[in-house]
């Protein structure tokens, strides 16, 4: 169990200093009393607050509806399974003799929730600065892959689209600041085109949410934010 443990850390970036939290986030009700369900309960809460985050600094143009319909592919049960397949999470649940012989370690509905109180566990262990990259990671290089977030265009595609089709040259991005922790980062990026006389500037815990929050305000200030 510690070598699969130590193997999901890695794949997670992120270490655990309580191993029970995640041993718990991985124990299916039909193997144990202490199960995960409680932290399911937490970790949905968790997901919402932080994709809706997530989607606000990523795309600062959209509208309400289009932020709702964004925020509802990503937290969908579909999207969470990509996730527990894409991090191998089958192989860690602890389920039943029963759950086990069905193939419970390949049933959606068990791999979400896993997903949901994995979310917990980290949490719980480390607070909202170490939760909230792993979560903006997941939407970004699993969750992202999805059709349906991707059939309206992010900002940073949107300026260079832009810049393309007045002739000038491509945004210039560039960070400004990294503060925190190697866990907890929060990245600050100036953004500029050659239209504005001034350059904008974005801040997100990850240098690609910081470019599109720049990106951003840069559309905004052009006019071309719609």
Same mark, same amino acid.
Request: charged share 25%.
């Given at each position: ?76 049960? /579909? ?52 939760? !909230? ?7 970004? /290089? ?47 990026? !100036? ?36």
């Amino acid at each position: 169990m510690t070598s699969k443990l130590e193997t999901l850390q890695e794949v997670l970036s992120y270490r655990f200093a309580n191993l029970d939290l995640v041993r718990r986030a991985l124990t299916h009700r039909s193997a144990n009393q202490a199960h995960n369900e409680r932290l399911e309960f937490l970790g949905d809460s968790l997901l919402g607050f932080i994709v809706a985050e997530y989607l606000h600094e990523t795309f600062p143009a959209a509208s309400e509806g289009e932020l709702s319909r964004r925020r509802s592919s990503l937290v969908k049960k /579909e999207s969470l399974v990509a996730v527990a397949r894409e991090l191998r999470l089958g192989d860690h649940i602890n389920l039943g003799v029963g759950e086990l012989k069905s193939g419970g370690q390949h049933r959606d509905s068990i791999l979400a929730d896993a997903v949901e109180a994995l979310i917990a566990a980290i949490y719980l262990d480390g607070g909202m600065q170490a939760c !909230k990259p792993v979560v903006e990671r997941w939407c970004t /290089e699993i969750l992202g892959k999805s059709p349906a977030i991707n059939s309206n265009k992010d900002a940073k595609t949107r300026l260079q689209e832009l810049m393309q089709a007045l002739g000038k040259p491509l945004p210039e991005y560039m960070v400004t600041s990294i503060e925190g922790e190697a866990h907890q980062q929060i990245f600050h990026v !100036k953004c500029r085109v050659e239209p504005l006389r001034k350059s904008e500037e974005g801040s997100g815990s990850s240098k690609r949410l910081a470019e599109q929050q720049a990106a951003g305000k840069i559309l905004i200030a052009l006019g071309a934010a719609s």
